[in-house]
Antibody, heavy 121, light 111 residues
C-alpha cells in the first residue's frame, strides 16, 4: 500500500524557517517524481514545487522561488521542503504528492495527509 | 488568481446529474495538456478522481466521468449520492507557470 506521511509542520514567526519531511513507503520511491502542494485555510490547492526522480529537474512556483528548496533522499525514501524567509501567506497545509505523467502533463495519484504550517507572530 | 476557472458551487438532489466546468487558456488546456480532477472530502487530503481528461483510477465509481474540448473540461457526476458532497478541483500543466495550475475549486452540495 502506497503511503506518504508528512511531518515537520508547526508555528513559526515571520522570517523564520521550517523543514518539512515526507516519508514514502509501499512503492519504489526512487522511480517517481514528487511534488509539494499547499492549501491555505479555507482556500484552494496551490502547487508549490516539483522534483524529478533523480533530482536532476526541479521547479518552483513563483510565490516561493528563492525562499523554498525541495530535495529528496532516495536511500531514505524521503522528500523534503526547506522553507526560509516565511511569510504570513505561507500559512497552509502542505501535502506531498506522487507524480505521474502520461506525456501531457503531471497529475498526482497519491497524497499524504498533510502537515500544517502556521506563520504568525 | 487561479489559471483554471471553476464555478464556486454547484448543487443537485440525490439521483440527479451535475456537471462542473473548468475553463483554461492557451497556456494550459488549450495547449493540449491533460486535465485531471480531484475530490476533497471535508477535513481530508485530495483524492485523484479523473486523470488524462477521462480516465478513472481503480476504485472510482463509473458515476464520475470527465471530458475535454478546446480550452475547457468538465466533470460529470450521475446518480448523485450524499457521500459525493465535497470540493472538486481541476488541474492541468501550465506552460506559463512551468508547473501545475489548479482551479479554484467547486463545492458540491447534495440537497
Amino acid at each position: 500500500e502506497v503511503q506518504l506521511v508528512e511531518s515537520g509542520g508547526g508555528l513559526v514567526q515571520p522570517g523564520g524557517s521550517l523543514r518539512l519531511s515526507c516519508a514514502a513507503s509501499g512503492f519504489t520511491f526512487s522511480s517517481y517524481s514528487m511534488n509539494w502542494v499547499r492549501q491555505a485555510p479555507g482556500k484552494g490547492l496551490e502547487w508549490v514545487s516539483y522534483i524529478s526522480s533523480s533530482s536532476s529537474t526541479i521547479y518552483y512556483a513563483d510565490s516561493v522561488k528563492g525562499r523554498f528548496t525541495i530535495s529528496r533522499d532516495n536511500a531514505k525514501n524521503s522528500l523534503y521542503l526547506q522553507m526560509n524567509s516565511l511569510r504570513d501567506e505561507d500559512t497552509a497545509v502542505y501535502y506531498c504528492a506522487r507524480d505521474l505523467d502520461l506525456g501531457s502533463g503531471s497529475y498526482y495519484d497519491y497524497w499524504g495527509q498533510g502537515t500544517l504550517v502556521t506563520v504568525s507572530s | 488568481q487561479s489559471v483554471l476557472t471553476q464555478p464556486p458551487s454547484v448543487s443537485g438532489a440525490p439521483g440527479q446529474r451535475v456537471t462542473i466546468s473548468c475553463t483554461g487558456s492557451s497556456s494550459n488546456i488549450g495547449a493540449g495538456y491533460d486535465v485531471h480532477w480531484y475530490q476533497q472530502l471535508p477535513g481530508t487530503a485530495p483524492k485523484l478522481l479523473i486523470y488524462g481528461n477521462s480516465n478513472r483510477p481503480s476504485g472510482v465509481p463509473d458515476r464520475f466521468s470527465g471530458s475535454k474540448s478546446g480550452t475547457s473540461a468538465s466533470l460529470a457526476i450521475t446518480g448523485l449520492q450524499a457521500e459525493d458532497e465535497a470540493d472538486y478541483y481541476c488541474q492541468s500543466y501550465d506552460s506559463s507557470l512551468s508547473g501545475s495550475g489548479f482551479g479554484g475549486g467547486t463545492k458540491l452540495t447534495v440537497l
